[in-house]
């Protein structure tokens, strides 16, 4: 069983930026993808950003040039810099890895960006 721990949201204002780490329990060459996904109130989960194992990555295009996704191979964790934040990213934002079509989550951490 994959555990997958979110941390760095919070409260910011439009223009901030937070970084969004999360702490995988198995090694990160244990999977084909990673990636943050993030669901907002009354909207459906969508991809923010990934990573894959081949060291791709891919963006949403409401993200793009604003969010960077890295990962700390040694750390077993991933992040996601988030600048020039705007209200439109307020939602929960949740870490996925990705195996062979078998997707593990974490628990989510809350983003809210105050205009």
């Known amino acids: 069983q994959v555990q997958l721990v979110e941390s760095g949201g919070g409260l910011v204002q439009a223009g901030g930026s937070l970084r969004l780490s999360c702490t995988v329990s198995?090694?990160?060459?244990?999977?084909?993808?990673l990636g943050w996904y993030r669901q907002a109130p009354g909207k459906e989960r969508e991809l923010v950003a990934v990573s894959t194992i081949g060291g791709k990555t891919n963006y949403a295009d409401s993200v793009k040039g604003r969010f960077t996704i890295s990962r700390d191979n040694a750390k077993n964790m991933v992040h996601l810099q988030m600048n020039g934040l705007k209200p439109e990213d307020t939602a929960v934002y949740l870490c996925?890895?990705?195996?062979?079509?078998?997707?593990?989550w974490g628990q989510g951490t809350q983003v809210t960006v105050s205009s």
């Open positions: 198995r090694s990160l060459f244990s999977f084909n993808r």
């Open positions: 996925n890895a990705e195996f062979l079509g078998q997707d593990s």
